[in-house]
């Protein structure tokens, strides 16, 4: 498909007068088990104002390898139900406790130590898992659910370190 090809789809129903081009063309990972790579954490302010701890995770392996999803939590306690709230922190600690990461008071200080506490932990790989539960006030988006889950075996990680093992009698000169 050439260039205006896909500019006439994109277009097609794109009024530019009324319709924000920033909106859609991201609609992230269907449910389903991606082995993972934390790729950055950090603490991002919305331009609506909203904060959220964002964690940038990229698949390693299989159709999806290269994709990325953002799991972007809130912890204003004015802007998210106190359910979600819970559920935030809980996602938190699971993540921390899959990728070996203690954290401690200070890291809950606010949502840039919070960000802050998990750069250790970049590059490390898991399973994530989505799974979409319905939304009643807007079924057509519905809401993204998250699970971090460790690999059994650190070993079965499924892409290569960069590590080579060659023994002397493998090297030519």
């Known amino acids: 498909m050439g260039l205006q090809d896909?500019?006439?789809?994109?277009?097609?129903d794109f009024n530019p007068k009324t319709d924000d081009p920033n909106a859609g063309g991201f609609?992230?990972?269907?449910?389903?088990?991606y082995d993972v790579q934390l790729e950055n954490v950090e603490h991002k302010v919305f331009n609506s104002g909203w904060e959220a701890v964002s964690f940038t995770n990229e698949v390693t392996v299989g159709e999806a390898a290269g994709r990325k999803e953002f799991v972007s939590l809130g912890f204003d306690e004015s802007k998210v139900p106190s359910f979600v709230l819970t559920k935030n922190i809980k996602l938190?600690?699971?993540?921390?406790?899959?990728?070996?990461l203690q954290l401690t008071d200070a890291d809950w200080e606010d949502e840039t130590s919070l960000a802050a506490a998990f750069k250790d932990g970049l590059g490390s790989q898991f399973i994530?898992?989505?799974?979409?539960?319905?939304?009643?006030?807007?079924?057509?988006?519905?809401y993204k659910n998250y699970d971090f889950i460790?690999?059994?075996d650190p070993n079965d990680q499924p892409i290569d370190n960069g590590a080579i093992d060659i023994s002397d009698e493998d090297i030519p000169f």
């Open 150 to 152: 460790p690999y059994d």
């Open 27 to 33: 609609d992230g990972l269907p449910d389903g088990d």
């Open 92 to 100: 938190v600690g699971k993540l921390a406790s899959v990728i070996g």
């Open 6 to 12: 896909l500019a006439n789809e994109v277009l097609a």
């Open 128 to 142: 994530l898992k989505i799974t979409s539960s319905e939304n009643k006030k807007d079924p057509s988006k519905p």
